[in-house]
């Protein structure tokens, strides 16, 4: 009895060190924890702002062209000779004399052919049609001389910028000695200029990268999902609210719901294959069409709308529901007045999102033929067009240093779109979301 009696202090004091111990192995576990998760965010956030900063830093400077002033003889024997003021004929005149007679005009020295075929090559040329657009607008410049903004080469606004370097030898880089010197001479007669590069924001793609645009992605990109927005909401709606109020739990709907989980796990490209076989080849709908690219974009994005339906239906508490039937309402009215606007802003949220990944998908419209090059800006659901990823992986796949700064820019024109959309869904949830 004495031993047990001193042995008890004993065995007392080792439980209390073991649970001291054991307690500062959680401890230590929970910082160092703490510590992987702030390693993780932090790590996550340098990445995000490395991957923002090498964008920003290549693309930033498409958003300004080089151009260069030239005095445009309007010429009345190039521009209409006959007089007559006919709009086909003066289409068809050669603004292109105008523009290379007014840089010759500037270099007369330059005499040879091969040194004249180089100093054309300064000018873009997509200064034909910004001569040609000028005349139109204001016909009573024929047989008078204007001072003309044109668009400068694709080398030339490089080299502007930078990104060809003149330390070089000649045989390294673009551009000559002699092309950097007759372009050093117009930048100190104040002829060249880098100003906003309205191209980009209004035009379509072409081949030359400085009269490359992505207006006509963006309205192709708008078109898409339109159709996939007019498709896919009540579509995913409708089908939220079957499943989840009205279709009886039983073995052929546990089926549709394990299917529609694993349709929103399936990769996108799968969709463009099934858009291919059936839209395309079965239906025979036009190639690389919006209608035909929100299609293939509903049937992706059905499976997020629903899930995230369904959800928000389920987060509607039970006593709404009760509540609604108490006083008289049937099942539709009960989840058509009461269940469904309180849902709403989840599914708003939802849909957003499914939007906002569809607006970043490239590989499903590739298999349908949107990959094609759009000059002309689609005017309607079946036009020929492209999207602002598919025309971001083209000009990526070009050759031309200045596609490359096209591209980050296109990219940060489409991460805009993206984080609009992102920040709308976040602002929806937070404002009309009920808390119970």
């Known amino acids: 009895m004495s031993e047990m009696t001193m042995d008890t202090p004993k065995g007392g004091a080792r439980t209390r060190e073991r649970v001291a111990a054991g307690i500062a192995r959680r401890y230590r576990s929970e910082r160092r924890f703490r510590l992987f998760g702030l390693v993780a965010i932090v790590s996550a956030l340098a990445f995000m702002a490395l991957l923002f ?14 151009e260069i002033r030239l005095p445009i003889s309007f010429d009345v024997a190039v521009i209409d000779p006959q007089g007559l003021r006919d709009p086909d004929e003066m289409r068809a005149a050669n603004y292109g004399k105008l523009y290379r007679d007014a840089i010759h005009g500037l270099f007369p020295g330059v005499e040879s052919r091969s040194e004249r075929r180089l100093l054309n090559g300064l000018v873009s040329s997509g200064a034909t049609f910004e001569i040609r657009d000028a005349v139109f607008a204001a016909p009573d410049l024929i047989g008078k001389t204007r001072e003309i903004w044109v668009p400068a080469s694709d080398d030339v606004d490089m080299l502007i910028k930078g990104h060809i370097d003149r330390r070089l030898p000649e045989h390294e880089r673009r551009m000559s ?13 104040h002829r060249i200029e880098t100003r906003l590069n309205w191209r980009f924001f209004s035009q379509g793609d072409s081949r030359e990268p400085e009269l490359s645009g992505i207006w006509g992605a963006v309205v192709g990109s708008f078109l898409t999902m339109l159709v996939t927005l007019a498709l896919s909401f009540p579509l995913g709606v409708a089908t939220a609210v079957y499943l989840e109020e009205f279709a009886p739990k039983n073995r052929f709907t546990d089926i549709i719901e394990v299917n529609i989980n694993n349709l929103a796990a399936i990769p996108s490209i799968v969709f463009g294959l099934l858009g291919l076989a059936v839209f395309l080849q079965f239906f025979g709908l036009p190639r690389s069409a919006p209608v035909v690219g929100g299609l293939v974009l509903t049937l992706m994005t059905l499976p997020t709308i629903i899930i995230a339906a369904r959800v928000s239906l389920k987060s509607v508490p039970p006593s709404i529901r009760e509540a609604a039937l108490g006083l008289g309402a049937s099942k539709m009215q009960m989840v058509t007045n009461d269940v469904l606007p309180l849902a709403m802003p989840g599914i708003l949220t939802g849909t957003i999102i499914g939007m906002g990944r569809a607006l970043g998908e490239t590989a499903p419209l590739l298999m349908i033929g949107m990959v094609a090059f759009i000059v002309d800006v689609p005017g309607g659901f079946s036009d020929p067009a492209t999207v602002l990823p598919v025309q971001i992986y083209i000009w990526a796949d070009s050759a031309e240093r200045a596609f490359v700064e096209r591209t980050s820019a296109a990219i940060i024109v489409l991460l805009s779109f993206l984080i609009i959309m992102n920040a709308a869904a976040v602002y929806l949830r937070s404002k009309f979301e009920r808390r119970w």
């Open 53 to 66: 900063v090498s964008i920003v830093g290549k693309g930033y400077s498409a958003f300004v062209q080089t």
């Open 177 to 189: 000695d002699k092309e950097i010197a007759w372009i050093d001479a117009l930048a100190a007669d």
